[in-house]
């Protein structure tokens, strides 16, 4: 999200952090990649963020052969989906008695059995949520802020919580919740990133100071022995994770170039329409993102800029760097309890699909847009690797119901 801001960092007071694990890990792309200062006001508290690392890539391709080669095409991938269902969304029991307002799946593994989702209770989330082929459990993650970011196609959900003043990983599978602890030398803040098909999960730890976080990983072997990560063992260790199961998500400096993963770089292009743009995922040979136009954005300033700038979803070809403006791509806007407003990140796939906020954008094929109910809005945020699974949310003010939706 263009507004994200990582809360309680280098002792900040501050009300638990708003955002799931997956804004939270692209907070920390954006501290591997550039050093900056970010604020915003949040129900009316100011939340500093400060940015310092080493730039770093690390790239999804969900479907790309391990050696880099675009993946053999299938019958399913040959079709483009053309139309979208919305599912019916069972929850577990046990949400009302931790003060549960609301459910938001945050992402989906490769294959679509497994879907997460964070809960919200004012600002903080009390419980993280698993579907395993459409049944529902709270996953038993103790602590002040559960916050899932990934789940793998062997149904190993990876996440990170907030305890006794820190940020903590962990991740879960058959009923059992492993802690991934701290590196030596690194007692303040450690977060998983990505999780790849294998089990291992790589992340980033800070030092007491909170400069530049270290890059580390928990080998599925044996998640209770961290690896600090040396730049040589971090670049290994990235192309471990361009595998399917690999987490989507990508780093570009301010020139807009991208480590593919593959041992080439890209210089994605601003497209024409746009005069900005914000790269948020990559698979295989594809990466996405948004846009818009700056005079736009300066001539709305204040709390009501997001509400109405035009960003544009964006899907670039990674081979030549060329992009191009598929649709809209709105902003969301949640009243009531827990109030919240920003921009959800569009995902892609190894074949090219792009998913926005409302719409799918099948590679090949015409958009299909989100079917909603009773008036609300369709806020996408994730899909499986051949995009018929879809996850999200739909609201209208504070009403906000968890949105799956099978696509084909």
Known sequence: MDENVRDLLAGVPAPPPTRSAADLAQVARRRIRRRNIERYALAGVMVAAVAVATPVAVAN?????????????????????????????????????????????????????????????????????????????????????????????????????????????????????TQLPPPPGHPVDNMGLAVNAAGDVFGQADTPDVGTPDLVVWRAGNHYRPQILTPDEAAKVRAEFNNEGASAWLLTDEAGRVNTGKGTVAQLQTPPGVDWIQQTAVSGYWATGYGGLRAQREAQPGGTAARKLPYKVIRWDLRTGQGAVLGDHPVYDITGPGAISGISNPDVNAKGDALSAIQLHPAGGKPVTLPTTAGLTANAVAMNNTATVVVGYLYKGPTVRPAIWTCR
Request: hydrophobic fraction near 40%.
């Open 61 to 177: 391709t969900r479907g790309t052969a391990p050696n880099g080669t675009p993946p053999a095409a299938s019958p399913r991938a040959a079709a483009p989906i053309t139309q979208c269902r919305l599912q019916k969304v069972a929850l577990p029991p046990g949400l009302a008695e931790k003060g549960v307002q609301r459910v938001e799946p945050v992402g989906v593994d490769p294959s679509g059995r497994y879907v997460i989702a964070r809960t919200w209770r004012d600002y903080s989330s009390p419980a993280a949520i698993l579907w395993t082929d459409g049944r529902p459990e709270i996953v038993p993650v103790q602590g002040e802020n559960v916050q899932p970011a990934a789940v793998n196609a062997g149904g190993l959900v990876m996440g990170i919580v907030y305890a006794n003043g820190a940020w903590r990983s962990w991740v879960y599978r058959d009923g059992k919740v």
